[in-house]
C-alpha cells in the first residue's frame, strides 16, 4: 500500500501492494530468428511444442532421456511416493562417465572433446580427442579406487581452476559412482574446507597453481587452508591429490605435506593404460554436489541425480543452445558454478560436440582476446553471462567488429541482462546474425527453465522467454493468489511441476529442503500430488501476455521504498540506458520515513569522466523508465565495483558502505582494493550533507547482509 507520506507532486502512485513488486520497465519489440537458421535448427518443427504440453507430462521426457544410452532401461518415469522428493526414471540403470566418453569412440574417436586455452596468449592450445579423454579418465579412476581407495557413494571434493583436468576429475568419479563436489577455485580456502566436511570428503582433489590476470596464482596454499578447516569440523582428509600445472615443474612456494599431499603425474605412471569399466548406477543414484555460495550458516549442498540430470542437460543442450556434433561450442563460464557442470561438460560431451575451457579472464591481456579465440578455434557456440557482457561492452564496445568469426547461437545465463545490454550482444557480439537464447535458471533446477527455442520463437530483449520445454511456470504473489499474465504485477516466480533436472535434496538437510523450496505454497504436505507442490525459485517475476517472463532478481534484491518494491533490475537497466554508463547497481538506504530509499552506483565507459551531468542523466532516465517514486536519494559515480571472481558485482558491500554498516569479508573480492576508496568517497560526503545513519537493529544488519546474495 502506498505511503500517505508520499509526496503529492510526484508521480501518480501505481497500485502496488506488500504482495507485489511493482513493475515498470516496457516490454520491448520481438527479434525473429535469424534467417537460414530455423532449417539447420534441432528443434525446428512447431509440433515439438505440443509434445511437451501438460497433458503429455511426465511422458514427454521420455525424449530427453533417449537421447542418452542405458544399460537398463527404465520402470517409471517420474515417482511422487516421497514429495517432494522427486525420482525420475526409477528403475533405469546408466552411466555418466561412459554417456560422454565412451560412446563416442565407435563413430568420432579423433574428434577433439575439449580444447583447453591457457590464459598466456603465447602458450599453444591443448586439443584433447574423445580417444585421450578415455584414456585418461580410465586412468585417475584407477588412481581414485586403488589409490585414494575410494568406492561407489563415498564424496571427493575438487577445488580445481579451468584446466582439462577437472573435467577428466569429474568424469573418473562418474565412472566409478564416486560423488564429486568441485569448489570454485576463487573461493578461500576456509570456505572449501567448510565443504569438504559437509560433504563428509576424506580427499582433495586440487592443482598447484593457475594463470589469472596475467599471474600465476598459488593455489594449493588453499589446499592446507581447507584441510584445517575441515578439520576443525571433525573431518580429517586422508589424501590431497595435487595436479601440476606444468608437468615435473611444481608451481606453488606451499610445501607437499610428506604423506598427506601427491603429485597425481607422479602417481599415474602406475596406472598407465589401465582401464575400469564404468559402473552400471541407478538413475537416481547422486552423480554430484554443488553449493550455492549462501552468506550464513551451513553450506547447502546440492544434489543432482544421475539419469533425471544427464538427461536434461543433454536435451537442453540439444534444443536451446542447438548443439550438434559438429559445433565447437564455448561457455565462458567456470565449471566451479553449475553452468559449467551442465554446459560445459555434462551436456556437451553427452551430444558427442568439441568443448572450450578458457583458463583465464576474458580481457585479458585486452578485450579483444574472446574474439581472437572465437575466430581461430571457429567456435559457432558462444555462452557467457551478462557481468562478461556488460564488462567487455564497457572496456572493448568496438571489438568484436575488428574480428571474423561467426556465431550462430550466443546463450546468456546467470541473471537478467538488461535491454541496452542485450542489443550490443545482439548488434556487436553476434553481428545481427546470431539468435541469442537468454536463459533463466538456477543452481538447483540442473538446467534451463525459461528461454526461448532459437528457431522457432522470436526474441525479446529483457525476456528470457517463455517456460523451456515440459517446464510450466507460475507467479505467485505472498498470499498465494497466482498473479495473471499481462497484468503488469509481478510476484514471486514458481514451477508447478517437477522435471528431471531438478536436484534431489540439500545433501543431509532434508528439512531446509523442503522449507526452502516447498512449504511457502504448498497446502497439504502430506500429498503425493506434484500439482500441490509449486517450486518457489527464490525470484521475482512478471509475465507478459504473450507469455513470456521477465525476471527482476532475486526476491531479496528488492527494494521497498514506500511500498512500493521496486526490483534491482529495472533499477539498474533504466541507468544502462545512458551512453555513458558502462556498470550500475541499485542498493537500499535505510530510511525513517519512507523505510528504503535508492542510492545508484555507476562506473563509466572508457573516455567519460564524472560529472554532474552525468548523475543527472542517471537520475533522470530512472525517473522517465519508473517514475519518480524510484528516483535515487544519491548517485555515486565510481571507478570500479567490488567483483567476486567470477564477475559479479557484490552488492552487498556497497549497500553496507552506503548505510555506513560493517562490508564484511571482502578478502575473496577479485579487487578488494577498490573497497576503501567506495568507502571514503561514498561516506564522507555523506556526513558532509549530514546523512550519516542511525544506529542500525540487528534485523536491519541482517537485511543489509542478505542484500544481494544467494540464499
Not at 147 to 173: I, N, Q
Not at 399 to 426: L, N, Q
Amino acid at each position: 500500500m502506498a505511503d500517505d507520506l508520499q509526496d503529492a507532486n510526484e508521480d501518480e502512485a501505481v497500485e502496488s501492494s506488500e504482495a507485489l513488486i511493482a513493475v515498470h520497465w516496457r516490454e520491448e519489440g520481438y527479434y525473429p530468428p535469424p534467417p537460414g537458421f530455423a532449417a539447420q535448427a534441432n528443434a525446428s518443427d512447431p509440433a515439438i511444442l505440443e509434445q511437451f504440453t501438460e497433458d503429455k507430462f511426465p511422458e514427454c521426457f521420455r525424449a530427453y532421456a533417449d537421447l542418452l544410452t542405458w544399460y537398463k532401461p527404465w520402470d517409471t518415469t517420474l515417482d511422487t511416493s516421497t514429495a517432494p522428493f522427486w525420482k525420475w526414471f526409477v528403475g533405469g540403470e546408466l552411466n555418466a562417465s561412459y554417456n560422454c566418453v565412451d560412446r563416442h569412440l565407435e563413430t568420432q574417436p579423433n574428434k577433439a572433446a575439449l580444447i583447453f586455452v591457457p590464459e598466456l596468449e603465447d602458450e599453444a592450445d591443448v586439443a584433447v580427442t574423445y580417444r585421450e579423454l578415455y584414456a585418461r579418465v580410465n586412468e585417475f579412476a584407477a588412481l581414485l579406487r586403488d589409490f585414494a581407495g575410494l568406492k561407489t557413494g563415498d564424496r571427493v571434493t575438487l577445488h580445481m581452476p579451468m584446466v582439462p583436468e577437472l573435467p577428466v576429475a569429474m568424469l573418473a568419479c562418474a565412472r566409478l559412482g564416486i560423488i564429486h563436489s568441485q569448489v570454485f577455485a576463487g573461493f578461500s580456502g576456509t570456505a572449501a574446507g567448510h565443504r569438504i566436511a559437509d560433504s563428509g570428503s576424506s580427499v582433495l582433489i586440487t592443482m598447484d597453481g593457475y594463470y589469472r590476470g596475467g599471474a600465476l596464482l598459488d593455489h594449493k596454499v588453499k589446499a592446507d587452508e581447507a584441510v584445517e578447516a575441515a578439520g576443525k569440523e571433525g573431518q580429517t582428509v586422508d589424501k590431497v591429490l595435487v595436479f601440476r600445472r606444468y608437468p615435473d615443474k611444481y608451481s606453488s612456494k606451499t610445501p607437499m605435506v610428506d604423506g598427506r599431499d601427491f603429485f597425481v603425474d607422479e602417481l599415474l605412471t602406475d596406472y598407465k593404460d589401465q582401464l575400469v569399466e564404468p559402473l552400471s548406477m541407478p538413475a537416481t543414484a547422486p552423480l554430484f554436489l554443488m553449493y550455492t555460495s549462501g552468506t550464513t550458516g551451513r553450506p547447502k549442498g546440492c544434489q543432482h541425480s544421475t539419469g533425471g540430470y544427464l538427461s536434461y542437460v543433454a536435451g537442453t543442450s540439444k534444443y536451446y543452445q542447438d548443439i550438434h556434433p559438429n559445433d565447437t561450442y564455448w561457455c565462458m563460464a567456470d565449471i566451479g558454478w553449475i553452468t559449467g557442470h551442465s554446459y560445459i561438460v555434462y551436456g556437451p560431451l553427452a551430444l558427442g560436440t568439441t568443448t572450450v575451457i578458457f583458463e583465464g579472464v576474458p580481457n585479458y591481456p585486452d578485450a579483444g582476446r574472446p574474439w581472437r579465440i572465437a575466430r581461430r578455434l571457429g567456435v559457432n557456440i558462444f555462452h557467457t553471462s551478462p557481468t562478461s557482457i556488460r564488462m567487455l561492452r564497457k572496456v572493448g564496445p568496438d571489438e568484436p567488429a575488428k574480428y571474423d568469426y561467426d556465431f550462430k547461437t550466443m546463450t546468456t545465463v546467470g541473471e537478467p541482462i538488461e535491454p541496452e545490454v542485450w542489443r550490443w550482444y545482439y548488434e556487436s557480439v553476434g553481428k545481427g546474425k546470431a539468435a541469442i537464447t537468454d536463459t533463466w535458471w538456477l543452481t538447483e533446477t540442473g538446467g534451463f527453465l525459461g528461454s526461448t527455442l532459437p528457431g522457432l520463437q522470436p526474441m525479446k530483449p529483457g525476456s528470457c522467454g517463455p517456460g523451456v520445454l515440459g517446464v510450466y511456470p507460475v507467479i505467485y504473489d505472498e498470499d498465494s493468489n497466482e498473479v495473471p499474465k499481462g497484468s503488469g504485477k509481478a510476484g514471486n516466480i514458481c514451477i508447478r511441476n517437477p522435471w528431471p533436472g531438478i536436484f534431489q535434496t540439500i545433501w543431509g538437510q532434508p528439512e531446509r529442503f523442503v522449507n526452502t523450496y516447498y512449504a511457502k505454497y504448498n497446502k497439504n504436505p502430506e500429498s503425493k500430488d506434484w500439482h500441490d507442490w509449486p517450486f518457489l525459485c527464490g525470484d521475482g517475476a512478471v509475465e507478459a501476455a504473450d507469455g513470456y517472463f521477465r525476471i527482476l532478481g532475486r526476491i531479496d534484491d528488492v527494494i521497498n521504498v514506500a511500498g512500493h518494491r521496486l526490483g534491482t533490475k529495472e533499477l539498474e537497466s533504466a541507468a544502462l540506458t545512458v551512453d555513458e554508463v558502462a556498470e550500475a547497481a541499485a542498493v537500499p538506504v535505510i530510511d525513517d520515513i519512507r523505510g528504503r530509499v535508492v542510492e545508484m552506483y555507476v562506473s563509466l565507459k572508457p573516455g567519460f569522466t564524472a560529472s554532474p551531468a552525468v548523475e543527472e542523466k542517471v537520475r533522470n532516465a530512472i525517473e522517465k523508465d519508473i517514475g519518480k517514486i524510484a528516483r535515487p536519494k544519491n548517485i555515486w559515480i565510481v571507478p570500479d565495483m567490488p567483483k567476486t571472481r567470477s564477475g559479479k558485482i557484490m552488492r552487498r558491500v556497497i549497500a553496507a558502505t552506503s548505510n555506513f554498516a560493517d562490508t564484511g569479508d571482502i578478502t575473496t573480492l577479485a579487487n578488494p582494493e577498490v573497497v576503501e576508496g567506495i568507502r571514503q568517497q561514498v561516506q564522507s560526503a555523506k556526513v558532509a550533507k549530514g546523512e550519516a545513519p542511525r544506529e542500525l537493529s540487528e534485523a536491519e544488519l541482517a537485511e543489509l547482509k542478505a542484500f544481494g546474495s544467494e540464499s
